[in-house]
């Protein structure tokens, strides 16, 4: 027996994956995610997915700093997860020194800013939603994402794909860590009902950044 925590199959954190699975399904198969799996999407278009991200964890970051200490969501908070230095990185790496000038949140990312700022800086269980969506999703799917954007550009090492990257010695643990700390919430069922839906919410506004990115850079592939 470890003494892992272990996650209930009725606690919160299986009611959240089972209240996002259509949202996930949705998400993970918008023609730019699934075209970039693919290696149809050419390199200024992954740029493009780079650089919006930048933007979103610009945000997202600034919440977690703001909830660092709040008693519900700071343990949420590690920095072990952090990723806009490393984007910041993939930048440089993809788009040369001046990159900071070249880039742009395009419509669907200013709407899911905007959205993080209303829920995430003062709501705790809000801003959990979306830091469930991003980061968990980002030590799950994002290893796919990384593999194909090395094989697709021919980047080595981990140049260009920094962000997918974590100083975690063991992603299953750390997850099944997150998902015991899910379970552990003080959420009554009211108020566990608004955060999967947040959850939700926060799955579409993905969404809407893939089909802006797809239909800006799709064509010109
Ligand atoms: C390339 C597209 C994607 C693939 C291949 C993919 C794949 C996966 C896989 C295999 C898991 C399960 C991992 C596990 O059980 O440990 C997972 C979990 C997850 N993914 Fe994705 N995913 C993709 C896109 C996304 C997107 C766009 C988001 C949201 C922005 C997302 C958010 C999540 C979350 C939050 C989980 C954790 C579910 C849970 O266990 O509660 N994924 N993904």
């Not at 998400?27 to 995610?33: I, K, R």
């Not at 200024?44 to 919006?52: K, P, R, S, T």
């Not at 040369?96 to 880039?103: K, Q, V």
């Amino acid at each position: 027996m470890s003494d892992e925590p272990t996650p209930t199959d009725n606690g919160l954190a299986a009611r959240l994956r089972a209240a996002t699975d259509a949202a996930h399904r949705a998400a993970e198969s918008t023609p730019y995610v699934t075209a970039l799996i693919d290696g149809q999407v050419n390199r200024a278009g992954y740029a493009a997915l780079v650089a919006q991200h930048y933007f979103i964890y610009e945000t997202l970051e600034q919440a977690a700093e703001a909830m660092r200490d709040d008693p519900v969501a700071g343990p949420f908070v590690v920095d072990e997860l952090t990723r806009l230095p490393r984007l910041a990185e993939d930048l440089a790496f993809l788009l040369g020194p001046g990159w900071r000038e070249e880039i742009a949140p395009n419509a669907a990312t200013e709407a899911y800013r905007q959205r993080l700022r209303e829920v995430c800086f003062t709501w705790p269980a809000g801003f959990i939603a979306h830091h469930y969506t991003r980061y968990l999703g980002d030590l799950s799917g994002g290893a796919f994402v990384a593999a194909a954007v090395r094989r697709t550009y021919e980047f080595s090492g981990d140049e260009g794909t920094r962000f997918y990257q974590f100083d975690i010695a063991s992603r299953g643990r750390f997850k099944r860590e997150y998902r015991a700390r899910l379970d552990a919430l003080p959420l009554d069922d009211t108020e566990f009902d608004r955060a999967a839906e947040e959850a939700v919410i926060a799955f579409y506004l993905n969404q809407g950044v893939f089909q802006e990115l797809g239909a800006a850079t799709m064509e010109a592939v």
